[in-house]
């Protein structure tokens, strides 16, 4: 991605490593857009937290910031003996496989660190082996998501006004995106086309989030409020949704992403209007059957309470928006059933929900 800062444009990735302080380098996504900082975690448990948090979040993203996360524990271990080793990278990653339970991506990373680490390897070995498959990791989501973009282009067509919920974009990923990825990919082809963004509540990635990437990338968008979108598919004012996804069942088509999500597919389904999902190969779940299975995060009340902005002095404020004696209840995603998917866009091609599984060889990567 390349941001605006101080007048200049330069390159970042949401999540990256720090080989030589062993700290995994992250934007911190809780102050954007009103500041661009970055946050260094020097611990596994930092790392897990800052999962938690939400300072970084996104599917790509916290699959990239679990798997340096278990690289970062690897190469901390300062013990001498193999069982010892184990032990600890075991307490590293139940910890890191905790710090959210939706985002399948999380584990699927993980696990790759692991399975690069196998072997008759010395504890040096397997320490420079997790860092490399990290960073093949983080490497593969980029790649990913430019695979997508490639593939999705053709669906974006000179004129339309698309509409996407929570933030598939380059915070949700090391870079690109993956709803936004076929967007870029048509700006660069020279296509004119307009963005609404849900401001998906509790958390506001929409709003606060994608809003600010595609300012910063030029592309005309406006936000809208989350109810807006029935009117404006009512109206002839939504030609195509994308959005991303946490976990998309290879064996069933059902798709987990962001409160609303399910929402908007059934709106975008009783108007006739095409509803895609942009996924990396990372955020496919090859083992769940059913939709019921998959664990659906429950968040804190108070994000559904309160709002968080900041005043006209720039300080951070929270303030409480519903009555202070009322409980919420936070569901943090949502499944959408393969019937109210036109297509998935995967870095191998667009595929309907219930192709998944007859190409998963081709998609098991
Ligand atoms: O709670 P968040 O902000 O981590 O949720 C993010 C989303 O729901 C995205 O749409 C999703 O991760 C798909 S894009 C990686």
């Known amino acids: 991605m390349k941001v605006r800062v101080h007048g200049r444009r330069r390159h970042y990735r949401t999540v990256d490593f720090d080989a030589r302080t062993n700290e995994v380098v992250l934007i911190e996504q809780r102050k954007l857009p009103h500041y661009f900082e970055f946050t260094r975690t020097r611990t596994v448990q930092q790392t897990a937290r800052a999962i938690t948090n939400m300072t970084v979040r996104g599917a790509g993203a916290i699959g990239a910031t679990a798997a340096f996360g278990l690289a970062q524990a690897a190469c901390a271990f300062t013990g001498k ?25 999380l584990v699927n990373a993980m696990n790759k660190v692991r399975a690069a680490m196998n072997g008759d390897h010395t504890i040096a070995q397997q320490q420079r082996f997790a860092l490399q498959a990290a960073r093949q990791f983080a490497d593969d989501d980029v790649a990913h998501c430019q695979a997508i973009g490639r593939h999705g282009v053709k669906l974006i067509k000179n004129g339309m006004r698309v509409l996407t919920h929570c933030n598939a974009g380059w915070l949700a990923f090391v870079d690109v995106g993956s709803a936004t990825a076929p967007l ?12 609404f963004c849900d401001e998906t509540r509790p958390r506001s990635q ?31 004012e939504i030609d195509l949704v994308i959005v991303g996804s946490d976990r998309t069942l290879g064996r069933t088509g059902e798709v987990t992403n962001k409160i609303g999500t399910y929402t908007k597919a059934v709106l ?98």
């Open 268 to 365: 975008a389904a009783r108007h006739r209007i095409p509803f895609y999902v942009a996924i990396p190969l990372s955020t496919i779940d090859w083992n769940l059957k059913s939709g019921l299975e998959i664990p659906i995060e429950e968040r804190e009340d108070e994000e559904v309470l309160s709002a968080w902005g900041v005043d006209v002095r720039g300080r951070f404020l929270q303030v409480r928006v519903a009555n202070p004696a009322s409980a919420a209840c936070n569901p943090a995603f949502d499944v959408t059933p393969p019937d109210l998917i036109t297509g998935i866009i995967t870095p191998r091609g667009i595929f309907g929900p219930k192709e998944l599984w007859r190409e998963r060889k081709r998609l098991n990567g």
């Open 81 to 105: 003996t193999e069982p010892a080793f184990a032990r600890h990278l075991l307490r590293a990653y139940d910890t890191l496989a905790a710090s959210r339970p939706t985002a399948v991506d």
């Open 206 to 236: 929409g709003a606060a989030l994608t809003a600010w990437e595609l300012a910063q990338q030029g592309v005309s968008h406006e936000v809208i409020a989350d109810n807006a979108a029935g009117h404006l598919m009512q109206r002839g």
């Open 184 to 195: 870029y990919a048509a700006q660069a082809k020279g296509k004119s086309f307009h963005v």
